[in-house]
């Protein structure tokens, strides 16, 4: 099922720099959310492949957002990614299913490289 990428963060040009290097790198990217309630509803409607998650959102944040994600597929791909470099975010993201986590500001191939790496 190659349904391609969701970004999910609230800030647009954060989306829009995450797009701009997957884009680049040849993945799809299927839709884009500002919050983690979007990010749910748009996880039911689009079915992607996998989803970039920030951690720090309003309404619902990315590990909550993730949770939810995983109750309606358990089989989700996540990567988070936040500013907080914090331990307790990275295993608490973790924990709730995320597969990788890239720290802001990302480098475009770390981005990239994980991206690959969960999709496999």
């Not at 957002?65 to 331990?87: N, R």
């Amino acid at each position: 099922m190659a349904n391609g990428i969701l970004i999910v963060d609230d800030a647009a040009f954060m989306r829009m720099m995450i797009r701009d290097v997957l884009t680049k790198n040849g993945f799809e990217i299927v839709g884009e959310a500002e919050n983690g309630q979007k990010a749910i509803e748009k996880y039911k409607e689009l079915s992607p492949e996998l989803v970039i998650m920030d951690i720090t959102m309003p309404e619902v944040d990315g590990i909550q957002a993730v949770k939810e994600i995983k109750k309606i597929d358990a089989g989700a791909k996540v990567i988070m990614c936040s500013a907080m470099g914090q331990q307790a975010m990275v295993i608490e993201a973790i924990q709730a299913g995320a597969k990788d986590f890239i720290v802001k500001p990302f480098q475009a191939d770390r981005v990239v490289e994980a991206v690959k790496k969960v999709l496999g």
